[in-house]
């Protein structure tokens, strides 16, 4: 990022001195500096500058430990051995059918993507989000007005320069309401296409109607791929000029993608030579079951698995060829019901199913201890909006005495839609349906294939949907949470469940960043693991 | 009237008594080694289903199914509860506690797959008696008459007979959910249209013989003739074809369970034991898979065995 830059957004210092004071904590400040602006090292010494010495009231001993980890690892990965270069690198992973970036609806489509076509920003793995092919941005005072400066020099596969007209073309896209985009969500009730304006070849400025302060980690919503200004509407054509280090040689849905590097690439890696540093990436496409990845994955056809299971896991912790590193992610079994339909519009009900779950038994059934006890709030602890709770207590009895004060005639029949694709789910299920018994709930498992359960998620009156990882809340929380401007629950909203102050219309708070506690009411689940699984 | 075919060791003059005609066939089974060694193992399944539990002697457990916890049965045979989950010890091997190990939730392999044996083996019976009366009905039918509607029915069932079984299945099931009913009701549509070709070629075959004349020309109703004339008299085939049947419905319903379309979980339905199973194969524990597949395997074999060695016995007097 640049480091010309003389202004500081106004918040900074403010922020600086809430971090000093121990009102918030560390990562919350380096978050909220770098997205006003404040380039990552900056931020980083700015945090230094504001810690306090003794260790904050308020922060938690494990959040403190965590701020502290993402650091380190930012500032040793550059150090790491000498740069091999060349060399294929083979995915396991699934290949479905896409066609316009902007309707991407799993984290696996933009995957094979992600080397040929790029973002605007990059939130990294210690949640601070970088400039990608902006070089920087700035923020007004009131955070309504962004100003988004491109990257100079940065030449499409065809030739062209990376210009505004680009970026321009891509946030119609996005914001047009029949591409059917999920990031159109994202940006309800801040900004239409007439808030975006070209200020020149290199500036794109969004006038929007309400201060939004996640503006740089909205870029990096994973459907937002940058495409040029000429794109045909099929990513898959091998026609479309890319920005990334690798171009796309091949697309077959349910079989292979191959992506090549290219000549002319903008980046260059630590060796001084442009990247990438791969010769290749194919992405292998062996079906939906998890057991031919691992087959694969020991027999050497693959080099890494995306999205492992609990399963996987297993068959592979003990594997002296392979190395397990524990990562906790947001990634998550949301047990969620529909709060518009019968008898799970009464709060009591809802609230009697949640103290039916011994999360520790259930953690322990569906993923053999692996992961995050559910609170109760659609937020994890990598999460910097996260606050520590209590975990809620099973509790038949009180749940019991909760149905009846409802007036439900027990044993009270429940359906829960799962998955049988992702068998911890149904393990969840099963062991949900154990556990409510004495409650007086009879739940039976409503089985289906996966796909079919993509197909009514958020229609069905009671499921365990997966959702992925998101560094931040604020990405996920608008998603799945909110009415839009008529008052209607936002598509992915499953729950039904709508509050005026939790909805952007009008605005709650300045930033929109913070999450009380507690106030998610409905969404709540298991909270798992993720692993990286990659051969030595 | 029926004796024409029929060798004396069936079907004496007088009627014998119902433990009679039982003794009768028992005794003809006990003639071939095939024949027992089906009996034993069909026996062994059919004796851990009934005594799985005391469901047998407390009929509240039949109506309330006994696993929507209103109604607790007591185990016997099965010695624990199948749904119910022991803290901590998922996935473990045989031992002294659980004679066959525990799946991932931590409950007893022996006792779902005994109580599993229940659900097979009522299923499986019932979906070919409903397939037999069916398809025994169109096939008399289109045997009988001849003509027109048999051209009809048969080539409607051939129709059916064109998809794979399997794919009919997973049609049915896709289209109605799966539950018990829904299983029962795809081997039945799927099995139906064998049976009726099968019934057809015998009844063209018996409606020839002089006893059918006989009772034509006395004036019986085409319904009397073909219920109690022709039908008892096809019973040999009948009965050998639908022993087979049930060996494929088990089959069948195993395959089912297996591709997640069969009883939703927890049911302890052998199928989803192997799908369930087979994932922690990679991680060193076969045994829900093995035993699953086992039982299956070991029930199917019996089934044939049985109607193996009955089809040598009858044979032997054609």
């Known amino acids: ?536 | 009237m029926a004796v024409i075919e029929q060798p004396a060791t069936l079907t004496a003059p007088a009627r014998p008594s119902v433990w009679g005609r039982i003794a009768a066939v028992l005794a003809l089974l006990g003639r071939s080694r095939v024949a027992i060694a089906g009996l034993i193992l069909v026996g062994f399944w059919v004796v851990l289903a009934i005594f799985a539990d005391d469901c047998i002697i407390r009929p509240a457990c039949w109506v309330g199914g006994g696993s929507d916890g209103t109604v607790v049965s007591t185990p016997w045979l099965a010695r624990y509860s199948p749904f119910e989950q022991f803290r901590g010890r998922n996935l473990e091997g045989p031992s002294a506690d659980h004679w066959l190990g525990t799946d991932r939730n931590g409950r007893d392999l022996w006792a779902r797959i005994v109580q599993g044996s229940r659900i097979i083996l009522v299923l499986a019976p019932i979906s070919v008696l409903i397939a037999l009366a069916i398809g025994g009905t169109l096939g008399l039918i289109a045997g009988y008459f001849g003509g027109q509607i048999d051209e009809l029915l048969m080539r409607v069932l051939d129709a059916l007979m064109a998809f794979p079984q399997i794919l009919l299945y997973l049609i049915i099931i896709a289209a109605l959910g799966p539950s018990a009913v829904n299983v029962v009701l795809a081997i039945t549509i799927a099995g139906a249209p064998g049976i009726a070709r099968l019934v057809r070629s015998l009844t063209l075959d018996i409606k020839t013989r002089d006893y059918v004349a006989a009772a034509q020309t006395r004036g019986e109703s085409p319904w009397y003739i073909m219920f109690v004339e022709i039908l008892p008299n096809a019973r040999g085939p009948i009965i050998i074809d639908a022993m087979l049947r049930v060996g494929y419905a088990v089959f069948a319903i195993g395959t089912l369970g297996f591709l997640g379309l069969g009883l939703p979980p927890p049911s302890p339905d052998w199928g989803s034991i192997v799908n369930t199973g087979r994932k922690f194969i990679q991680a060193g524990h076969p045994w829900d898979a093995l035993w699953a597949s086992l039982s299956i395997a070991s029930l199917v074999v019996g089934l044939n065995l049985l109607a193996d060695g009955l089809s040598e016995e009858l044979g032997r007097y054609r």
Not at chain 1, 149 to 177: C, H, M, Q, Y
Request: proline share 8%; aromatic share 8%.
């Open chain 1, 1 to 536: 990022m640049s480091e010309r830059r003389d202004r500081v957004h106004p918040a900074v210092p403010e922020a600086q001195e809430q971090l000093r004071q121990g009102r918030i904590s560390r990562r919350e400040f380096l978050r909220v500096a770098t997205l006003l602006g404040v380039s990552a090292p900056a931020a980083y010494v700015l945090a230094a500058c504001g810690t306090p010495t003794a260790t904050a009231p308020t922060a938690a001993p494990a959040a403190a430990a965590a701020t502290e980890a993402p650091a380190a690892a930012a500032t040793a990965a550059p150090a790491m051995g000498a740069i091999k270069r060349g060399g294929t690198l083979r995915v396991g992973i699934q290949v479905p059918a896409v066609d316009h970036p902007a309707r991407f609806s799993w984290v696996f489509d933009s995957n094979e993507f992600r080397q040929v076509f790029e973002y605007l920003t990059e939130t990294g793995a210690d949640n601070i989000t970088r400039p990608y092919l902006l070089e920087s941005w700035e923020a007004s005072d009131d955070l309504k007005t962004w100003t988004l400066n491109l990257r100079k020099g940065i030449k499409w596969s065809n030739g062209d320069e990376l210009t505004s007209e680009d970026v321009l073309f891509n946030f119609k896209e996005w914001l047009a309401p029949e591409t059917k985009s999920s990031i159109l969500g994202l940006w309800e009730g801040f900004l239409t296409i007439d808030g975006v304006e070209a200020k020149d070849d290199y500036t794109v400025v969004l006038n929007l109607a309400a201060p939004k302060l996640d503006v740089p980690e909205t870029l990096f919503h994973y459907p937002a791929q940058i495409m040029h200004r000429s794109f045909n509407g099929d990513l898959t054509t091998l026609s479309n000029p890319s920005t990334g280090p690798m171009k796309l040689d091949e697309f077959k849905v349910g079989e292979r993608v191959k992506v090549s590097k290219r000549e002319g690439y903008w980046q260059n890696g630590e060796d001084g030579s442009p990247l990438p540093y791969l010769d290749a990436i194919e992405y292998i496409d062996l079906g939906n079951d998890q057991t031919a990845y691992v087959a694969a994955l020991q027999g050497g056809q693959i080099d890494t698995i995306y999205d492992p299971t609990v399963d996987t896991f297993l068959a592979l912790r003990n594997n002296d060829k392979i190395t397990v590193e524990p990562l906790p992610t947001a990634q998550v079994r949301l047990l969620r019901m529909r709060v518009d339909i019968e008898p799970w519009t009464d709060v009591r009900v809802r609230n009697a199913l949640k103290m039916c779950q011994d999360r520790q038994a259930i953690l322990d059934n569906a993923y053999f201890g692996q992961g995050d006890l559910g609170q109760d709030v659609h937020v994890a602890p990598v999460q910097p909006e996260y606050a520590p709770m209590d975990v809620p207590a099973y509790d038949p009895e009180g749940a019991k005495a909760l149905l009846e004060e409802a007036g439900v005639t027990t044993p009270l029949d429940v359906s829960i839609a799962v998955g049988t694709g992702w068998t911890d789910v149904v393990t969840y299920a099963e062991s949900l349906k154990e556990l409510a018994t004495p409650a007086g709930f009879n739940i039976t498992l409503d089985t289906m294939p996966n796909s079919s359960y993509w197909d009514k998620w958020a229609e069905v009156p009671v499921g365990i949907t997966p959702w992925t990882h998101r560094p931040l809340a604020v990405m996920l929380l608008p998603l799945a949470y909110i009415a839009d401007a008529e008052g209607t629950p936002v598509p992915w909203n499953e729950t039904r469940w709508v509050d005026q102050e939790f909805t952007p219309h009008p605005l709650p708070d300045l930033a929109r960043h913070l999450v009380r506690p507690g106030q998610g009411g409905v969404g709540w689940g298991l909270g798992v693991g993720g692993w990286g699984l990659c051969t030595v």
